[in-house]
Protein backbone atom coordinates (compact mmCIF):
# COMPACT_ATOMS: atom_id res chain seq x y z
CA UNK A 1 0.00 0.00 0.00
CA UNK A 2 1.21 3.48 -1.15
CA UNK A 3 1.40 5.31 2.35
CA UNK A 4 3.55 8.13 1.27
CA UNK A 5 2.49 10.09 -2.20
CA UNK A 6 4.08 12.45 -4.32
CA UNK A 7 1.73 12.77 -7.50
CA UNK A 8 4.02 14.95 -9.35
CA UNK A 9 6.51 12.44 -10.83
CA UNK A 10 8.72 15.87 -12.53
CA UNK A 11 8.57 19.31 -12.34
CA UNK A 12 10.33 22.49 -14.33
CA UNK A 13 11.22 25.59 -12.59
CA UNK A 14 13.22 28.45 -14.01
CA UNK A 15 16.47 29.73 -12.00
CA UNK A 16 15.91 31.90 -9.45
CA UNK A 17 11.76 31.15 -9.17
CA UNK A 18 10.64 29.17 -6.00
CA UNK A 19 10.09 25.38 -6.14
CA UNK A 20 7.68 23.36 -4.38
CA UNK A 21 7.65 20.42 -4.15
CA UNK A 22 4.30 17.91 -2.74
CA UNK A 23 4.06 14.93 -0.59
CA UNK A 24 0.99 13.44 0.64
CA UNK A 25 0.13 10.39 3.10
CA UNK A 26 -1.94 8.41 5.02
CA UNK A 27 -1.13 7.16 7.77
CA UNK A 28 -1.42 9.89 11.13
CA UNK A 29 1.00 7.53 13.11
CA UNK A 30 3.93 9.07 11.08
CA UNK A 31 5.66 10.93 13.39
CA UNK A 32 8.97 12.18 11.26
CA UNK A 33 9.25 13.36 7.41
CA UNK A 34 12.32 13.46 5.60
CA UNK A 35 13.47 14.90 2.23
CA UNK A 36 16.42 13.37 0.40
CA UNK A 37 17.80 14.43 -2.84
CA UNK A 38 18.74 12.26 -5.33
CA UNK A 39 21.39 12.73 -8.39
CA UNK A 40 22.12 9.54 -10.85
CA UNK A 41 24.81 7.31 -10.18
CA UNK A 42 25.06 8.37 -6.02
CA UNK A 43 23.07 7.42 -3.40
CA UNK A 44 19.71 9.76 -1.69
CA UNK A 45 21.62 12.72 0.57
CA UNK A 46 19.38 14.00 3.13
CA UNK A 47 18.09 17.66 2.97
CA UNK A 48 15.61 18.66 5.46
CA UNK A 49 13.37 16.78 8.01
CA UNK A 50 10.02 18.16 10.37
CA UNK A 51 8.77 16.31 13.33
CA UNK A 52 4.72 16.23 13.14
CA UNK A 53 4.58 18.48 16.20
CA UNK A 54 5.80 21.46 14.06
CA UNK A 55 4.20 22.64 10.87
CA UNK A 56 7.78 24.20 9.20
CA UNK A 57 11.48 24.19 9.29
CA UNK A 58 13.44 25.89 7.55
CA UNK A 59 17.55 25.54 6.42
CA UNK A 60 18.47 27.93 4.30
CA UNK A 61 17.20 27.80 0.78
CA UNK A 62 15.16 24.47 1.89
CA UNK A 63 12.04 24.87 4.09
CA UNK A 64 9.27 22.04 5.01
CA UNK A 65 6.13 22.59 5.32
CA UNK A 66 3.52 20.24 7.44
CA UNK A 67 -0.30 20.48 7.54
CA UNK A 68 -1.01 17.42 9.50
CA UNK A 69 -5.16 18.01 9.34
CA UNK A 70 -4.72 17.82 5.40
CA UNK A 71 -1.78 15.46 5.57
CA UNK A 72 0.63 17.20 3.21
CA UNK A 73 3.90 17.84 3.58
CA UNK A 74 5.81 20.11 1.15
CA UNK A 75 9.47 21.22 0.02
CA UNK A 76 9.97 24.89 -0.98
CA UNK A 77 13.61 25.47 -2.31
CA UNK A 78 14.03 29.09 -2.80
CA UNK A 79 15.79 30.54 -5.16
CA UNK A 80 15.78 27.50 -7.03
CA UNK A 81 19.22 26.55 -8.73
CA UNK A 82 20.42 24.25 -11.61
CA UNK A 83 22.91 22.19 -8.99
CA UNK A 84 19.06 21.76 -7.25
CA UNK A 85 17.92 19.11 -10.17
CA UNK A 86 17.58 15.89 -8.94
CA UNK A 87 15.21 13.77 -7.31
CA UNK A 88 13.71 14.05 -4.45
CA UNK A 89 12.25 11.88 -2.42
CA UNK A 90 9.82 12.32 0.89
CA UNK A 91 10.16 9.89 3.48
CA UNK A 92 8.05 9.31 6.71
CA UNK A 93 8.49 7.40 10.12
CA UNK A 94 6.34 5.21 12.06
CA UNK A 95 8.40 3.82 14.86
CA UNK A 96 11.09 2.06 13.43
CA UNK A 97 9.56 1.85 9.65
CA UNK A 98 10.25 4.35 6.83
CA UNK A 99 8.09 4.60 4.14
CA UNK A 100 9.05 6.39 0.95
CA UNK A 101 7.50 8.09 -1.96
CA UNK A 102 7.79 7.43 -5.30
CA UNK A 103 9.77 10.39 -6.20
CA UNK A 104 10.33 14.15 -8.07
CA UNK A 105 12.00 14.81 -10.54
CA UNK A 106 13.16 18.17 -10.22
CA UNK A 107 14.35 20.29 -13.33
CA UNK A 108 16.17 23.97 -12.68
CA UNK A 109 16.50 25.67 -15.92
CA UNK A 110 18.98 28.39 -16.48
CA UNK B 1 31.08 11.45 -0.40
CA UNK B 2 29.26 10.06 2.42
CA UNK B 3 31.40 8.18 4.10
CA UNK B 4 29.62 5.04 3.51
CA UNK B 5 30.76 2.34 1.34
CA UNK B 6 29.68 -0.14 -0.20
CA UNK B 7 31.02 -3.60 -2.41
CA UNK B 8 30.46 -4.33 -5.12
CA UNK B 9 29.21 -1.41 -7.08
CA UNK B 10 27.56 -3.80 -9.75
CA UNK B 11 26.13 -7.35 -9.35
CA UNK B 12 24.74 -9.96 -12.78
CA UNK B 13 24.03 -13.15 -11.48
CA UNK B 14 21.75 -15.80 -12.63
CA UNK B 15 18.24 -16.45 -11.06
CA UNK B 16 18.22 -19.28 -8.08
CA UNK B 17 21.95 -18.26 -7.05
CA UNK B 18 23.07 -16.75 -4.26
CA UNK B 19 24.89 -13.27 -3.69
CA UNK B 20 26.22 -11.05 -0.58
CA UNK B 21 25.84 -7.33 -0.78
CA UNK B 22 28.70 -5.59 1.80
CA UNK B 23 28.62 -2.16 3.89
CA UNK B 24 30.62 -0.42 5.69
CA UNK B 25 28.84 2.50 7.91
CA UNK B 26 30.53 6.04 8.48
CA UNK B 27 32.75 6.33 11.58
CA UNK B 28 31.47 6.03 14.81
CA UNK B 29 27.75 5.09 13.37
CA UNK B 30 25.97 2.72 14.98
CA UNK B 31 22.77 1.78 12.16
CA UNK B 32 23.22 0.27 9.32
CA UNK B 33 19.87 0.47 7.23
CA UNK B 34 19.29 -1.49 4.01
CA UNK B 35 16.83 -0.27 1.78
CA UNK B 36 16.08 -1.26 -1.93
CA UNK B 37 14.98 0.48 -4.84
CA UNK B 38 13.37 -0.82 -8.25
CA UNK B 39 11.60 0.39 -10.97
CA UNK B 40 8.30 -0.68 -9.42
CA UNK B 41 8.18 -0.74 -5.79
CA UNK B 42 10.24 2.61 -5.46
CA UNK B 43 12.35 3.12 -2.60
CA UNK B 44 11.96 0.92 -0.01
CA UNK B 45 13.28 0.18 3.79
CA UNK B 46 14.65 -3.80 4.33
CA UNK B 47 16.22 -3.65 7.32
CA UNK B 48 17.76 -1.87 10.45
CA UNK B 49 20.76 -3.36 12.42
CA UNK B 50 21.63 -1.16 15.41
CA UNK B 51 24.92 -2.25 17.43
CA UNK B 52 25.15 -5.39 16.32
CA UNK B 53 21.27 -6.52 17.07
CA UNK B 54 18.15 -6.49 14.77
CA UNK B 55 16.48 -3.24 15.18
CA UNK B 56 13.57 -2.99 12.73
CA UNK B 57 12.34 -5.28 9.52
CA UNK B 58 10.83 -3.37 6.45
CA UNK B 59 9.57 -5.25 3.39
CA UNK B 60 12.49 -7.90 3.70
CA UNK B 61 11.77 -11.09 1.90
CA UNK B 62 11.84 -14.47 3.84
CA UNK B 63 14.99 -15.09 0.88
CA UNK B 64 16.35 -11.78 2.19
CA UNK B 65 18.90 -11.62 5.36
CA UNK B 66 21.08 -9.13 7.00
CA UNK B 67 23.89 -9.09 10.01
CA UNK B 68 25.69 -6.58 11.18
CA UNK B 69 29.61 -7.43 12.71
CA UNK B 70 31.50 -6.54 16.00
CA UNK B 71 33.11 -3.78 13.81
CA UNK B 72 29.70 -2.24 12.71
CA UNK B 73 30.04 -3.52 8.98
CA UNK B 74 26.89 -5.02 7.75
CA UNK B 75 26.26 -7.90 5.27
CA UNK B 76 23.07 -8.28 3.42
CA UNK B 77 22.53 -12.35 1.63
CA UNK B 78 19.89 -12.39 -1.10
CA UNK B 79 19.51 -15.97 -1.72
CA UNK B 80 17.21 -17.78 -3.95
CA UNK B 81 17.43 -14.85 -6.45
CA UNK B 82 14.37 -14.02 -8.89
CA UNK B 83 14.38 -11.95 -12.01
CA UNK B 84 12.20 -9.66 -9.46
CA UNK B 85 14.63 -9.13 -7.30
CA UNK B 86 16.90 -7.46 -9.75
CA UNK B 87 17.37 -3.54 -8.17
CA UNK B 88 19.82 -1.25 -6.79
CA UNK B 89 20.64 -1.79 -2.90
CA UNK B 90 21.45 1.02 -0.74
CA UNK B 91 22.92 0.73 2.49
CA UNK B 92 22.56 3.81 5.09
CA UNK B 93 24.14 4.39 8.47
CA UNK B 94 23.34 7.37 11.24
CA UNK B 95 24.79 7.29 14.68
CA UNK B 96 20.97 7.11 15.78
CA UNK B 97 18.40 4.24 15.30
CA UNK B 98 15.55 6.13 14.38
CA UNK B 99 16.02 6.57 10.38
CA UNK B 100 17.14 10.26 10.87
CA UNK B 101 19.69 11.69 9.36
CA UNK B 102 20.77 8.58 7.81
CA UNK B 103 24.08 8.79 5.19
CA UNK B 104 23.70 6.31 2.18
CA UNK B 105 26.01 4.59 0.03
CA UNK B 106 26.50 4.59 -3.48
CA UNK B 107 24.53 1.43 -3.89
CA UNK B 108 24.88 -1.47 -4.90
CA UNK B 109 23.21 -2.46 -8.93
CA UNK B 110 22.43 -6.23 -8.61
CA UNK B 111 20.98 -7.69 -11.89
CA UNK B 112 19.73 -10.86 -12.04
CA UNK B 113 19.38 -12.80 -15.53
Known amino acids: DQQVKQNSPSLSVQEGRISILNCDYTNSMFDYFLWYKKYPAEGPTFLISISSIKDKNEDGRFTVFLNKSAKHLSLHIVPSQPGDSAVYFCAARNNNDMRFGAGTRLTVKP | DSGVTQTPKHLITATGQRVTLRCSPRSGDLSVYWYQQSLDQGLQFLIQ???????AKGNILERFSAQQFPDLHSELNLSSLELGDSALYFCASSVGFGHTEAFFGQGTRLTVV
Open chain 2, 49 to 55: YYNGEER
